[in-house]
Structures are given as C-alpha cells and as structure tokens.
C-alpha cells in the first residue's frame, strides 16, 4: 500500500493496475513501444532516431515532454508517424496499444489518430483507417477491454471534411467521432465548422481539443459553434472560476455553462504539466474542478512522451490529492458515462465490470490495511469535499 503524506492509506500502482478503468484521450502516435520505434525505423531504412538503442530511444522521444509548451511537445510525433506509413505497421502498432491498455486493466478505450498523417508510404485514408481497426481487434481479442476509434483532423491542415465524412463512413465498423487536434494558437475549430455541422448532421459525435494550449476562447468556440460534446483536456476552463478570500469559488458564464451541461473534460494531468497548461500536478485545476463537480476525466494522452500510465496518472493523483479507491471509481464512472459507446454498452460497462471491480479492490484493501489511526483505502480525507454517489 501507498501511504500518502496525509496519512492517509491508498492503493499501491499494483492496485491500480488490476482494478477496470476507462480511457478517453489517448493517441495511437503517442503510445507506441519505444522498440517498436526502432524496429519499425530499421525496416523502412528512418535514419533520424539518434541511436538504435531503445532506452535512448524512449528518452530522446521523451525530452520534449519537459520543455513547458505544446508545439515543443508536439515535436516527437514526426518520429513515430514516420514509422506508421504502411499497413503492417499500423496493424502492429494498434494491436500493441491494445495490448498495453489491457495490461493497464483499462477494459474500455478510445484511441484516437489522424489519418490524414498516415498517407505518405501510399496508403489510402480508407486503408488506414481499416489497418488501425484490424490491430485494434487483434490486440483485443481475449483480453476484457474494448477498442473503439476516434479520427481526428488537424486542425492546422485543410482535410477536417474529408476526414469527418471518413469517420462516419467507419462508424459500425468501430469509429466512434470525431475530433480535431493539433497546435490550438491561430487554428480555432471555428474554422472546421463545415466538418462539425456534417459531422452533426449526421448524429455522430464529436469531441475537440480545447482549452489546452490556448484559452476560454478555444473553449467557448468548440462548444457554441462546433458542437463539442467532450472538450479534449479542458484544462483553460478554470480561467472562468473566481476563489474568493474565503475559499468560495465563483464561476463564470461559461464555467457555469459546462458544468450545468455536464461536458466531460478529459483531462490528462502528466501532458497538461508538461505542455505548460497547468503549472504542476499540484496545482492542476483537476483537484478543483473535481471539488466543483465539473465532470472530470483521468487520461493519458501520449504515453509514450510524457512517460505514463493510466495506472501512473491515477498514483500521481493520490500522492498529490489523497485520492483512494472512492475517487477512482468516480473518475472512471464519469469516464464511462461520457463514453461514445451506445448506452446500453456503457451502462453494462458500469454495473457488470467497473461496479463490481472497485467493491472487490476496496475489500481487498479494507482486508489488508486496518492499523489503528490510519484511514482505509476509499475513505474521504479530512476536511475533503467530495462528491457522494455516480452524480450526473
């Protein structure tokens, strides 16, 4: 067990990894093995990794996750795109993520990639697209955890019709929506709107990185005009939130307005660091936010750059907030609920796997752990608010 400075008793990273959790926001060109990237690279002659080593290889392509902003962080996706240009390696690399999740004990994903970033080795975005869904099964077959996709656009290009008519072409073959990503500054999702009013039109769904590198404008943009169901990390929605002398919090028009809507925010705590879009773990806007009842989400966003887990980013949270089981069956009952998954999925989701996972680990830890003076696993820390129940 992890013994918090609080003194308060939580899961260990063991733990967390065997109980069922739910990811939103994790890139395929994010999570790659790092000797995948070497392998992949030698096949197809990339010259451009410095070394063919693999642990040097993983920190190389980690190092921009410490340099405080998004477009540096952006840098190594050129690495692992370069190496995602045929069909095998597609097939490879989400069978891989599949794998990875599961061993997570992550049961429900969507993994979202760009298609329009996968052409360049001759492939159609058509055969792109059916190459990530062909790994996504394989990788998932026998190992409790659903796959679904999520097609982005880059916000930064000119291809988000193209790749909005793709992604509902795909929708009951395992793409789920919608998304657009990509340097935020200069590129508003205003200017996709043609993508998102097809995209609603035709009652799929859609999610937009917001509020990341840029602020409440980029928020207010993909919820007003673009139709946004999810904000893809959010983070720039405490800028609207006013904490008084007293420590009351008052919210702002649109604060207000996502909450009372109940947006999910997918929030990936390590990149939201790392790009400079929160100071530090201890000052991540998530504590706050969670406080409020804002619909609050734990993600991972690039494992292999910024170096985690959803497991990791769930023991992060603990030894910086206190959080036990408690609160990470509520994060990942939001995540589900907020799932693009049809209902009944996520609803069996919920009560025969997530339900059930979390009263069996907080047992196990209650079993374990009942020194005196010493609050178990799943107990509020003093003087907490948290929410009671799976609220709305």
């Not at 477009?71 to 993520?97: I, K, P, S, W």
């Not at 939001?334 to 998954?341: E, H, I, L, R, V």
Request: net charge negative.
């Amino acid at each position: 067990m992890l013994v918090c400075d609080n003194g308060r008793v939580t899961a260990s990273i063991e733990e967390i990894r065997a109980a069922p959790k739910v990811l939103l926001h994790d890139h395929l060109d994010g999570g790659l093995r790092p000797a995948t990237v070497v392998e992949l690279a030698g096949e197809i002659g990339y010259g451009k990794l410095p070394s063919r080593d693999v642990d040097e290889v993983a920190r190389w392509l980690r190092r921009g996750a410490h340099r405080g902003h998004l477009n540096l962080y952006l840098d190594a996706f050129q690495h692992t795109v370069a190496v995602m240009q045929t069909r095998e390696a597609l097939t490879r690399v989400a069978a891989e993520c599949a794998e990875d999740l599961a061993a997570d004990g992550i049961v429900y994903a969507e993994v979202r990639f760009a298609p329009e970033l996968h052409v360049a080795g001759g492939l159609s975005l058509d055969e792109v697209v059916r190459a990530v869904l062909e790994g996504f099964r394989i990788g998932s077959a026998g190992r409790g955890i659903t796959v679904y996709a999520l097609l982005t656009a880059m916000r930064t290009a000119a291809r988000s019709l193209e790749i909005a008519e793709l992604a509902v072409r795909y929708r009951d073959a395992g793409v789920v929506g919608f998304d657009i990503a990509g340097a935020e500054a200069g590129s508003p999702p205003s200017r996709h709107l043609d993508a998102f009013q097809y995209v609603a039109r035709e009652n799929f769904h859609i999610t937009i990185h917001a509020g990341e590198g840029f602020g409440l404008r980029s928020i207010w943009e993909a919820l007003q005009w673009c139709g946004a169901e999810r904000l893809g990390h959010g983070v720039r929605i405490v800028d609207d939130i006013q904490i008084g002398p007293d420590g009351t919090a008052s919210l702002g028009r649109l604060a207000s307005y996502v909450r009372d809507r109940r947006t999910p925010l997918e929030m990936c705590p390590s990149s939201n660091v790392q790009t400079g879009a929160a100071p530090s773990i201890e000052e991540h806007p998530i504590r706050l936010l969670r406080q409020l009842s804002f619909r609050v989400t734990v993600n991972t966003d690039n494992r292999l750059m910024s170096g985690v887990t959803l497991s990791s980013e769930f023991a992060t949270l603990a030894e910086a907030f206190g959080y036990g089981w408690r609160d990470f069956e509520w994060l990942t009952i939001n995540a589900m609920k907020s799932a693009f998954a049809h209902f009944d999925e996520r609803l069996r989701i919920i009560d025969t796997v997530i339900k059930p996972g979390f009263a069996t680990a907080r047992a196990a830890s209650d079993a374990v752990v009942r020194a005196p003076g010493r609050r178990s696993a799943g107990t509020e820390a003093a003087g907490e608010w948290t929410p009671t129940g799976t609220r709305p």
